[in-house]
């Protein structure tokens, strides 16, 4: 963790004196709140709209940024500018300073409180040039920035929703493939995304698409040049989707940076299921500064090829494996979503990241930690916290046993590659903490209220998609039964 208090950007000395701190900021406080992100850039829905942070999706107000009369910004009418001083993330910005919890950054503080390390504390090391001391002087008392103080170094970007998969706890918002699945599970042929409400439609050849498609907002021709001014000083840009490896616009962005001369100062990083990943795309990456990927798998094998619809395991296995060893500046680690069907399945997945002679994934030795997973909390029917009661003691006790195997088999770390000194002490340190965290969060709330709308969601889709949930998860379609 870098000393957060005294670090600053910039040269203080030249500081006009009219920039005082704020007083009435409790500097050390905040330590427990403050997070770069709402000073570093701005993030992009896949539709366009803005909002302050990717994270805050998951809270009421979704994170996202308004205009004076209310209305939400989007890209297609609006300027990334706009969102700056934008009233919600002014009081994310006095929350934070004041070391008060805001609502919108929930899911941090939740994970925190229950021992995961949350993207509020990979920020901080990410952007280690930032300080809470040097944000709270030149931050004014409503929460405002400028610019100048300020420059735009982060953006993340989503070109919209193209995507290859139909993941079970996705949505067409996030998935095009989700339109024609909409149509069949839900026998719906609008869904809402925000404050639209999108029309699904199906043309003469059966072909599934949007009567009106906000999702190519980036056809904006004031986006393009707008993002052109930024790119001299942008250091870092997080790309997902939709699928991104799947998506022209964002080769397209990538091209104009090499073009333009600024890939040799931006890092990338992507959330990708890497299903499209190809010789071309590792060349390209290869102009940039680093390119760090969380690897968006959920599982090994058939599990993770019936949560993420439509993935092949055993391609995917060779692609991970391919990127782990091509050459270029990569920081690489598994990002899954920790839900109903993977749980029970949760140490077996951490023992074959650990046991895999990885070179790259999760062996960085700063950041991020030895696994890297998120819980689900929408839709709450397939969240962990749904088990039925008797189900989570069993869980409970499978973990216990799971970390006395795996506190004998480390041993033999020799033949699974686990060699390295400190890769073997960080998977004895954290194996069975990652599984404590796990359980510390199934009992933080009983939401079994929801297990009808599990078992009718499940049974509709493994009809829709010939699967069979009992066949993929026995051990936890029993448990579901309890
Ligand atoms: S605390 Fe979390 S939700 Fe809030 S801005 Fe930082 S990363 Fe995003």
């Known amino acids: 963790m870098p000393d957060l208090h005294f670090k600053q950007i910039g040269n203080p000395q030249s500081e006009p004196q009219s920039r005082t701190p704020n007083n009435d900021r409790d500097v050390a406080k905040s330590s427990d709140t403050w997070c770069p992100i709402p000073w570093t850039g701005l993030g992009v829905r896949t539709v366009g709209d803005l909002r302050y942070c990717c994270h805050s999706q998951s809270s009421k107000s979704r994170g996202l940024l308004r205009s004076q009369d209310g209305a939400i910004l989007n890209l297609k009418e609006n300027r990334l500018s706009d969102g700056v001083n934008a009233d919600l993330l002014k009081e994310v910005r006095t929350a934070m300073l004041k070391g008060e919890r805001h609502s919108g950054c929930q899911r941090c503080f939740k994970e925190e409180d229950a021992g995961i390390h949350s993207r509020r504390l990979s920020e901080q090391v990410t952007w280690e040039q930032y300080s809470i001391e040097d944000c709270s002087k030149k931050t004014k008392p409503d929460g405002s ?60 050849k059966g072909r599934v698409g949007l009567k009106v498609d906000p999702y190519k907002w980036h056809e904006s021709s004031s986006f393009w040049a707008e993002l052109e001014e930024y790119l001299p000083q942008i250091e870092r840009i997080y790309l997902a989707g939709g699928e991104p490896l799947l998506i022209d616009a964002q080769f397209e962005f990538l091209q104009k940076c090499i073009d333009l001369g600024h890939s040799g100062h931006i890092t990338l990083e992507y959330n990708s299921n890497l299903t499209a990943l190809n010789e071309r795309i590792v060349k390209i990456w290869s102009e940039f500064k680093k390119v760090e990927v969380g690897i968006s798998i959920d599982g090994i094998g058939e599990i993770n090829n019936y949560i993420r619809a439509g993935s092949d395991w055993n391609k995917l296995e060779k692609n991970i494996v391919a990127l782990d060893r091509a050459a270029g500046n990569f920081k690489l680690w598994i990002a899954s979503t920790i839900q109903i069907y993977n749980l029970y399945h949760l140490p077996q997945f951490m023992w074959w990241s650990v046991s895999n002679k990885f070179q790259r994934i999760n062996r960085s030795k700063i950041g991020r930690e030895f696994f890297t997973p998120h819980p689900l909390t929408n839709p709450a029917f397939l969240a962990i916290t ?11 006790e499978h973990f216990e046993l799971e970390k006395r195997k795996f506190s004998e ?74």
């Open 386 to 396: 749904t088990f039925p009661q008797k189900s989570k003691l069993k869980i409970r």
């Open 409 to 482: 088999q480390i041993l033999e770390c020799e033949v699974f590659g686990l060699g390295e000194g400190f890769q073997l002490e960080r998977a004895q340190a954290r194996f069975p903490k990652v599984l404590d965290n796990y359980i510390n969060i199934m009992f933080s709330r009983d939401t079994s209220d929801q297990i009808d709308r599990f078992w009718k969601y499940t049974n509709r889709l493994d009809e829709i998609h010939g699967t069979s949930f009992r066949d993929v998860a026995p051990e936890t379609y029993e448990l579901m039964k309890l």
């Open 145 to 204: 920035i400028s610019l100048s103080d300020f420059p735009v170094r982060y953006l993340d970007l989503r070109f919209g929703n193209k995507c290859n998969l139909k993941c079970r706890m996705c949505g067409p918002s996030e998935s095009d493939k989700w339109y024609d699945l909409t149509l069949k599970l839900w026998n719906e042929d609008e869904f809402k995304d925000g404050h639209r409400t999108l029309k699904i439609i199906k043309d003469d």
